[in-house]
């Protein structure tokens, strides 16, 4: 068991570009979730996916945000038109059960600077 | 509606104790606690279900009072190891429905020699 992985783990990127973040979780666990992190804050839900279906996803999340999870597997997370507030860390994690009443297990995030 | 935590941050010495708050205007269902060190992933400690049921590491404590939506987590006798920031999660409502974890901003603890 590897643990959470994520990749890139840094990425700088211009305003308007578009960038994607994978996630691979701990094998067997159905759920995934989608994190982001700013300085000095708690992680703030983006989205979460049971298997390969995309359960919920934050009402705060632009339209540029899209996350999917095509075989149950790892996970992509692609941000359209970058723009300096997309600055964070993007967290990953997973969970072989649900996520209310079990541990999460994040992975060490995806660092996105936008310039 | 994120829950809030107080304090915002804590010094010890070692083998002091302290208690972290975690409060929410919602009703809860249950409640997690996190620790992140600096640079490192946020990494499990508890979770408090409605009903009483704890899951978690055995060194730790923590209390969850249903009817004020207030959970504690304790802190005793604290090693250097402790030092980082703690975060409370709360999921709302009556269980079965969303499994989104609202987190805090953190408390964070500094334990010094």
């Known amino acids: 068991d590897t643990g959470v992985s994520q990749n890139p783990r840094h990425k700088i990127t211009k305003r308007g570009q578009n960038v994607t973040f994978r996630c691979d979780p701990i094998s067997e666990h159905n759920r995934l979730y989608w994190y982001r992190q700013t300085l000095g804050q708690g992680p703030e839900f983006l989205t979460y996916?049971?298997?390969?279906?995309?359960?919920?996803k934050s009402r705060l999340l632009s339209d540029r945000f899209s996350a999917e999870r095509p075989k149950g597997s790892f996970s992509t997370l692609e941000i359209q038109r970058t723009e300096q507030g997309d600055s964070a860390m993007y967290l990953c994690a997973s969970s072989e059960g649900r996520g209310d009443t079990g541990e999460l297990f994040f992975g060490e995030g995806s660092r996105l600077t936008v310039l | 509606q994120q829950p809030v935590q107080s304090p915002q941050a804590v010094i010890l010495r070692e083998g002091e104790d302290a208690v972290i708050n975690c409060s929410s205007s919602k009703a809860l269902y249950s409640v997690h606690w996190y620790r992140q060190k600096h640079g490192e992933a946020p990494v499990f400690l508890m979770i408090l279900l409605k009903g009483g049921e704890q899951k978690g590491h055995e060194k730790i404590s923590a209390s969850f009072n249903e009817k004020k939506q207030q959970s504690s987590l304790y802190l005793t006798a604290s090693q250097l190891s402790y030092s980082g920031t703690y975060f409370c999660?709360?999921?709302?409502?009556?269980?079965?429905?969303?499994?989104?974890?609202?987190f805090g901003k953190g408390t964070k603890l500094t334990v010094n020699p």
């Open positions: 996916f049971q298997n390969e279906a995309q359960l919920e």
């Open positions: 999660g709360t999921v709302k409502g009556l269980g079965g429905g969303s499994e989104k974890l609202v």
